[in-house]
């Protein structure tokens, strides 16, 4: 594949030797991948300024491909993450939390990938005080493999122990690395973020020096297939990210999926959004369904996808996981539990069928990064940043502004209690 002059090849070899981190030097020793801390991705967004970078979802090898290529092609950084839910413990994908960076290694060689990418472990979910145990024993397993960043949710909790399981969990998390957060899980328009949970969440993680490359909310848009008529609410979110000013934290946009382009292209220019995450659409842009322009599945009349022949996966496939689908009650959202039975059947598709999967998805991040998230050319910002750095690690973006002894267990309890939240409703919000 061609190679983007606009990175200069004397500059990545110096970013090479100091900046991947040490857990990725003992995995890939001889590598020529320039796989780095989450912390890079932001600040190259940040210096373009009204820039986000894509996070997509890496549900199969297909995208994880096709991403690489189209940021390549763009020039521009990129995430590839994938959730707990997606490729934790209890995984509905072949790829998973603990061979993603092998993948992308691996690719980014064959390739000749010269664009910083980020390991992002996405949506590490404490959905209950009892998670924190277990997550402080899997925590490390992640690092150890190759992760790069990590978004700690723990949304799903009140205020008070949503900060608390933060806390808990940071000392498991390296220094250098990305770190997300968040506050309001991802429901629609219901249990939508407010500015006093953000600032609760952001000046308590201050309080005890953790400063987060990126908060998500829940400013109204969805997981999944669903496209919702009022979508990412832009002013919520704008209002939020001014009032963390001074805390210097950048926003992580979720459920990209179902919002128009002119929306997305809003969140770019009025907030400070540095990070889209983009999952389903790349995953049904992969398997050769229809889509509309943002990548959300069109549905036929009976509520079915619809295959555009001579495209994604061979027909004879397709027609193989809609009876699996069937027989297992699988529907729309659902399709995703198709990838854990399905991905070695689609590897072993001859070699066209695969390319037009991985080119589909190519074409879609590429217009996605120069058309709607002005991420082109950030590449050799974060390489630039890498060099002037001349480490792995940047350090912190803040510095500790908040008083300690007023954020105590005691006292965050306290806080809590004043603060007006609609979590929404229980249920199934997984990406």
């Known amino acids: 594949m061609s190679i983007s002059n606009a990175i200069n090849i004397a500059d990545f070899e110096k970013a090479l030797k100091v900046g991947r981190p040490p857990n990725i030097v003992k995995l890939f020793p001889n590598s020529k991948a320039l796989i780095v801390s989450g912390k890079y991705i932001d600040l190259a967004m940040i210096q373009k300024g009204n820039a986000m970078a894509i996070s997509a979802n890496g549900r199969n090898n297909f995208v994880i491909r096709g991403a690489l290529r189209a940021a390549q092609k763009a020039n521009a950084v990129l995430l590839i993450e994938i959730a707990r839910s997606e490729g934790g413990a209890n995984a509905y994908c072949a790829v998973n939390y603990w061979n993603i960076a092998r993948q992308v290694d691996a690719l980014c060689n064959e390739m000749g990938i010269l664009i910083p990418v980020a390991i992002h472990a996405d949506h590490y979910g404490i959905k209950k005080e009892e998670d924190i145990p277990f997550a402080k024993t899997e925590i490390p397993t992640l690092f150890e493999a190759g992760m790069t960043s990590i978004a700690i949710d723990a949304s799903h909790l009140q205020d008070d122990k949503n900060l608390l399981a933060n806390l808990a969990l940071n000392p498991l998390i390296p220094s250098w690395a990305g770190l997300e957060t968040e506050v309001g899980e991802i429901k629609g328009t219901l249990g939508l973020s407010t500015t006093a949970e953000a600032l609760f969440l952001i000046q308590g993680l201050n309080a005890h020096n953790i400063f987060p490359n990126w908060i998500a909310l829940n400013n109204g848009t969805t997981h999944g297939l669903e ?45 400070r959004t540095t990070k889209a995450n983009v999952a389903t659409a790349l995953q049904m842009i992969s398997w050769g369904l229809e889509v509309n322009d943002y990548g959300n599945a069109i549905l036929d009349k009976n509520g079915d996808f619809i295959k555009v022949a001579n495209s994604g996966v061979a027909e004879n496939i397709w027609e193989d996981m809609l009876t699996y689908a069937k027989a297992n009650d699988l529907k729309a959202g659902n399709f995703k539990k198709l990838n854990l039975p399905f991905e070695n059947k689609l590897l072993g598709q001859p070699q066209e069928i695969r390319e037009r999967m991985i080119q589909r998805v190519e074409n879609f991040i590429y217009n996605m990064l120069i058309n709607v998230f002005n991420a082109q050319d950030t590449a050799q910002l974060a390489i630039n940043a890498i060099l ?35 979590k929404g409703p229980e249920g199934d919000f997984d990406d």
């Open 227 to 271: 496209a919702s008529g009022q979508g990412i609410q832009v002013d919520l979110t704008a209002d939020i990210h001014n009032a963390l000013e001074p805390y210097n934290v950048s926003g992580a946009q979720h459920g990209t999926s179902g919002n128009s382009s002119d929306r997305l292209r809003e969140i770019v220019s009025k907030t």
């Open 388 to 422: 002037a750095a001349n480490t792995y690690d940047p350090g912190p973006k803040a510095s500790r502004i908040e008083d300690p002894a007023e954020w105590t267990k005691e006292k965050i309890i306290e806080k809590a209690a004043l603060i007006s939240s609609d």
